[in-house]
C-alpha cells in the first residue's frame, strides 16, 4: 500500500512557465513533508519542506503548498530553468505524531524535462 | 567537503558475497538512516540511528542486512550471501533532528552478478 503517491510519472515544461509537480498522501498521521530532486547516479538533494502547521512554504522559486483536509501537497517552480529538469521526489515522515517513527516515506517521483 | 560520505560508490559483488558499505554523516548530526532505492522507485527506508541506537528498522531489512554504528559517528550497512535482488542503490542520510531535512549522501550502487 503506498502512502506517499505521485501520479505522474513526467512532466514537460516550456522553460520560463511555472512547473507544478503533484503529490497525494493517505497516512493522516505525516505531519512533515519535504521535496527532494535528483540526478542519475546522485543522492536525492533537499529542496524545501513544510510542516502540518503551515499550508505554504516559499524559498526563491520554490514554493510548496499543503492542503491537510485533501491530503495533497504541490511544489511549484517558477520561472522553471533548463536546470531543473531532473527526478522530483515527495517524502512525509511523523516526527510530531508520538508514533515513535521517524523513517522518510518516499513517492515514486516525476521526471521533470524543461524544455529551453 | 562536509556533506554525507559513501564509499564505495560502486561494488560489483558476485552472488552469494558478503559486501560491506560505510557511511560518514554530517559531523553534527547525531541521526543516520539508511535506505535503498532500486530503478522506478523512491528510496526506501531500512533503518534508522539515533547516536549509536537502531531505533527503527524496516521489515526491508531481511535477517542478512546488519547495521552498526558503533561510536554514534560513521555507519556500516552489511549484506551477506548477496542476492541478485540485492542490486540497487544503497543510500545514506543524517540530519540534525527528525524534524529536520535529512541530507543524502552520493550513494552506493551495488551490482549483484
Known amino acids: 500500500d503506498q502512502q506517499v503517491k505521485q501520479n505522474s510519472p513526467s512532466l514537460s515544461v516550456q522553460e520560463g512557465r511555472i512547473s507544478i509537480l503533484n503529490c497525494d498522501y493517505t497516512?493522516?498521521?505525516?505531519?512533515?513533508f519535504l521535496w527532494y530532486k535528483k540526478y542519475p547516479a546522485e543522492g536525492p538533494t533537499f529542496l524545501i519542506s513544510?510542516?502540518?502547521?503551515?499550508d505554504k512554504n516559499e524559498d526563491g522559486r520554490f514554493t510548496v503548498f499543503l492542503n491537510k483536509s485533501a491530503k495533497h501537497l504541490s511544489l511549484h517552480i517558477v520561472p522553471s530553468q533548463p536546470g531543473d529538469s531532473a527526478v522530483y521526489f515527495c517524502?512525509?515522515?511523523?516526527?510530531?505524531?508520538?508514533?515513535?517513527?521517524?523513517?522518510?516515506?518516499f513517492g515514486k517521483g516525476t521526471k521533470l524535462s524543461v524544455i529551453p | 567537503d562536509t556533506g554525507v560520505s559513501q564509499d564505495p560508490r560502486h561494488k560489483i559483488t558476485k552472488r552469494g558475497q558478503n559486501v560491506t558499505f560505510r557511511c560518514d554523516p554530517i559531523?553534527?548530526?547525531?541521526?543516520l538512516y539508511w535506505y535503498r532505492q532500486t530503478l522506478g522507485q523512491g528510496p526506501e527506508f531500512l533503518t534508522y540511528?539515533?547516536?549509536?541506537?537502531?531505533?527503527?528498522k524496516s521489515r526491508l531489512l531481511s535477517d542478512r542486512f546488519s547495521a552498526e554504528r558503533p561510536k554514534g559517528s560513521f555507519s556500516t550497512l552489511e549484506i551477506q550471501r548477496t542476492e541478485q535482488g540485492d542490486s540497487a542503490m544503497y543510500l545514506c542520510?543524517?540530519?540534525?533532528?527528525?524534524?529536520?531535512?535529512?541530507?543524502f549522501g552520493q550513494g552506493t550502487r551495488l551490482t549483484v552478478v
Open positions: 542520510a543524517s540530519s540534525l533532528r527528525v524534524d529536520t531535512e535529512a541530507f
Open positions: 497516512n493522516s498521521m505525516f505531519d512533515y
Open positions: 513544510i510542516s502540518s502547521i503551515k
Open positions: 517524502a512525509a515522515s511523523a516526527p510530531y505524531s508520538g508514533a515513535g517513527s521517524y523513517q522518510l516515506t
Open positions: 559531523s553534527e548530526h547525531n541521526r
Open positions: 540511528f539515533q547516536n549509536e541506537a537502531q531505533l527503527e
